[in-house]
């Protein structure tokens, strides 16, 4: 998978590629990470992207023709259907849905935009979608490029040590993923659960997703209403719910 990144700070994103599971998913070729930079296509003295808003208020904004020619340096090297993904905080929210979807796909032309933004027209013109991270304005769209390169890469065949922690990882089926406990047994925050010690394999895969279950409804109720229980779930929500009363 190709992922492509047009950004102000190139050096800040790569090293999203040289730590934990994306870096070794990185170093195994199993995504390719290009930066652009619009500074290189600026074509004037100062190299400059960005000048005041028309309009009137503070700050800059992205101009459109330097985005444009990075844009067209990006597709002289690839030509295929991945899409144009401007970061921003009034996008589409990502999530794990959108993380699956573009693993699956040929990879994305990632645009992170600085000061104010980016000039409309280029949103307008020659962007497919527009991606939010939360709720919540940042100063670039570095981070949440990472954020999208970090969730697609461990979702790449190979990416994990075991394929299965996706598979259980919260979101993926929908449901947040089940408490975790390590060494030592007794701890003075307590003991781990009298199950994950007995060996009994069935028995912890059902307490697993009792508590993935009770959990997700404790946290975010509203993402069990996107699922259809099966009648053994149902049974386990109750049961979780009845000993959280007792
Ligand atoms: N004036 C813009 C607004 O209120 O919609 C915010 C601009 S922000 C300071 C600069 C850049 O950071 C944006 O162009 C975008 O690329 C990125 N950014 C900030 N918050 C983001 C978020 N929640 N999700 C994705 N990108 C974000």
């Known amino acids: 998978m190709r992922l492509d990144v047009i950004t102000l700070f190139p050096e800040f994103v790569t090293t999203v590629a040289d730590y934990g599971i994306t870096g070794r998913a990185a170093a195994k070729r199993l995504f390719e990470l290009h930066t652009w930079n619009p500074r290189d296509q600026a074509q004037n003295r100062h190299n400059s992207v ?17 985005l444009r020619r990075s844009l067209e340096a990006v597709r002289a090297q690839r030509n295929d259907s991945a899409p144009v993904i401007v970061l921003s905080p009034q996008g589409e929210k990502f999530d794990q849905a ?51 390169i970090d969730a697609i890469a461990r979702l790449l065949p190979g ?10 990882d919260s979101f993926t089926q929908g449901l947040f993923d089940h408490p975790q406990y390590t060494r030592p047994e007794y701890e003075a925050a307590g003991a781990v659960p009298d199950v994950l010690l007995s060996g009994d394999h069935a028995a912890i ?24 229980l099966s009648t053994d779930q149902q049974q386990l929500l109750k049961e979780f719910i009845a000993e959280l009363g007792g």
Do not use: H
């Open 205 to 228: 895969e059902r307490w697993r997703l009792k508590q993935a279950l009770g959990r997700t409804w404790l946290r975010r109720p509203e993402l069990l209403e996107g699922l259809d």
């Open 50 to 66: 960005d000048d005041r808003a028309y309009g009137g208020g503070p700050g800059m904004v992205m101009q459109v023709a330097p």
């Open 98 to 148: 959108w993380a699956r979807r573009l693993a699956d796909g040929p990879g994305a032309i990632l645009v992170s935009g600085r000061y104010e933004g980016i000039d409309d027209r280029f949103l307008q013109t020659e962007v497919d979608l527009e991606l939010s991270v939360g709720d919540f304005v940042l100063s670039g769209g570095e981070l949440p490029a990472m954020l999208v």
């Open 159 to 168: 990416a994990l040590g075991d394929a299965q922690s996706a598979v259980q």
